[in-house]
């Protein structure tokens, strides 16, 4: 087979980012959130400042008065009434309905991370905002007949604080990029603004209160967003789809054209995604050269580090260390691994994809895995599966017992038909020297694989030949519906054949092998799981007056 790479074109291109020079999509921080960063610490060093010295403190109390005098010694009758009316909603509810809103419609959107980040956005608000305050110890307005209601000590207001960070952390969470979070942060402006005032109208607050309390709300929740929920890594979108697939068009698809051109000599002309069904662990791409077959490429980043760690997390805790379950430090190890992997497996004569090579987009954060393009190929699932291709499936996974390896996701999906040729694809989960438990475990969810495309007895019978009874007996003794990837099980639960009972019963009576593995550090991780969630729940139960949910 030809190299993916053409060698003769190699030279077309840089292959080698010379120092200090950014990669072609860099980390960058967000402006605007670094201007927010840089009000929040102008107010900071205001805040230190009077810590030391009472000077500060009376400068700015008579200028507030100053500014105040012409508001509150011009109330309107008319006027009046509404600004009490704002007062009241933003110093008693408007916060928690728009924080529990936020809460409610992000954990039905699976937005899990964004909702945490609401919850510790207003906890390091509220954080804030006692600390300096109790160290102050700034009284409402002195001298001014307050007619509204008073919540807390100010500098800065708990109120406007709360209510800003609610706001600008509701549109993070629930709204796209885009024209509609364009609108909410302009009305969040108009309500916060409007808040702010009624507060200074009423007499509760003065205006270097309202301001700084307003700017440590923004500054907490996009600088909170930005770090631990990137718009690039985690977008809010309102439509189907596996939140793991990641936006390849503007920036990011203009980074992903001159990584390969630059690091791999390829001069791309489009990139597509491609087999998303089947893909819930990166984001697939066709890539399309200038001069060349189409190439595939896979997609890493810090969001699919995190759910392979969560994966094994929740693996070692439900039913301990059936296998490897250590998880990837770095993006660039994922990638590293598949990698490895491919060349692996080619070496041993599995029939999987040829690599050909490794793009670096972001440093440590993102990473394109390129290998050739499977042209005409289909899922197994869409074709007859004759004998032929039984055996071929069979064969594969003679040779993985016989080079010591495990594929680890043999499902329909992973499973190519190429002409005559049976192609296993998606290595990343696969293992050298894997356990007997997962090798007996391969054997199984390919025989489910290729039963699906004909029967029990035709697969039982094909695998006779290949392997002992015992073998195919252990591998159904081994296996239950958590074992198989959740696409193979869904695929048989739908078949409506009870495919797994219709090989124990061809096979010899096999005791089912237990899958639950007890050992000191699952139970340690159990137990410091579960005290850490329930202490943290409790805190949080605790502390809803605080961070403005109650």
Not at 175 to 198: E, K, N, S
Not at 379 to 404: C, F, H, M, Q, Y
Request: glycine share 8%; aromatic share 8%; net charge neutral.
């Amino acid at each position: 087979m030809s190299p993916v790479v053409d060698d003769s074109r190699l030279g077309s291109g840089r292959l080698r980012r010379p120092s200090g020079e950014p990669p072609p999509l860099p980390h960058e921080f967000n402006k605007v959130a670094i201007g927010w960063m840089i009000a929040f610490v102008f107010w900071a060093v205001i805040w230190i400042w009077v810590f030391v010295s009472d000077v500060p403190a009376r400068w700015l109390t008579i200028r507030d008065l100053e500014l105040m005098a012409p508001i509150v010694d011009n109330r309107q009758s008319w006027l009046t009434p509404a600004m009490q009316r704002i007062n009241e909603a933003g110093t008693s509810w408007m916060t928690p309905i728009i924080g529990w809103v936020t809460i409610i419609v992000g954990l039905a959107a699976k937005r899990i991370r964004h909702v945490l980040l609401l919850i510790a956005a207003l906890s390091i608000v509220a954080g804030i905002q006692t600390l300096v305050s109790l160290r102050i110890q700034r009284p409402r307005p002195l001298g001014v007949d307050m007619i509204g209601e008073w919540a807390a000590t100010p500098q800065p207001s708990r109120p406007v604080a709360l209510l800003t960070t609610a706001m600008v952390c509701a549109g993070l969470t629930l709204m796209p990029a885009g024209t509609w979070r364009r609108w909410w942060i302009g009305i969040t402006a108009a309500i916060v603004a409007l808040f702010g005032f009624a507060q200074v109208y009423v007499g509760v607050d003065h205006p270097s209160d309202v301001l700084p309390a307003a700017t440590v709300g923004v500054a907490v929740g996009m600088v909170l967003y930005r770090l631990a929920a990137p718009e690039a890594v985690f977008p809010i979108r309102y439509r189907t789809g596996n939140t793991a697939h990641l936006d390849v068009t503007g920036v990011r698809g203009e980074a992903i054209r001159t990584g390969l051109r630059r690091q791999l000599g390829i001069d791309v002309t489009n990139v597509e995604p491609v087999g998303l069904a089947g893909s819930a662990g990166s984001t697939p791409l066709r890539v399309s050269q200038h001069d060349g077959p189409d190439l595939f490429a896979k997609l890493y980043a810090s969001s699919h580090l995190r759910s392979d760690r969560s994966y094994k997390l929740g693996r070692t805790l439900l039913y301990g260390r059936l296998e490897d379950e250590q998880h990837f430090n770095s993006v660039r190890r994922l990638v590293q691994h598949e990698d490895y992997m491919l060349h692996v497996m080619r070496r041993a004569g599995i029939d999987c994809m040829e690599p050909g090579g490794i793009v670096e987009l972001t440093p440590d954060r993102e990473y394109l895995l390129v290998t050739e393009f499977l042209e005409g190929a289909v899922e197994i699932s869409e074709v007859e599966v004759t004998p032929d291709l039984i055996d071929a499936g069979l064969e594969t996974v003679v040779r993985l017992w016989d080079a010591g390896l495990a594929h680890r996701d043999i499902k329909p999906a992973n499973v190519m038909v190429q002409g005559d040729r049976f192609r296993l694809i998606d290595v990343a989960f696969a293992q050298i020297r894997p356990s007997p438990w997962r090798q007996a475990v391969d054997l199984a969810n390919m025989m489910l694989v290729l039963a699906l495309g004909s029967s029990a007895e035709l697969v039982y019978a094909r695998a006779l030949l290949y392997f002992s009874e015992d073998d195919i007996a252990e591998a159904f003794a081994a296996s239950r519906g958590v074992t198989l990837p959740s696409a193979l099980r869904s695929d048989v639960k739908r078949d409506g054949r009870d495919l797994m009972e219709r090989f124990r019963e061809l096979a010899p009576d096999r005791k089912p092998i237990a899958i639950q593995r007890w050992s000191l550090r699952r139970v340690g991780l159990t137990l410091w799981v579960s005290v850490v969630t329930l202490a943290l729940i409790s805190i949080f139960l605790d502390n809803l007056d605080d961070i403005g949910l109650l």
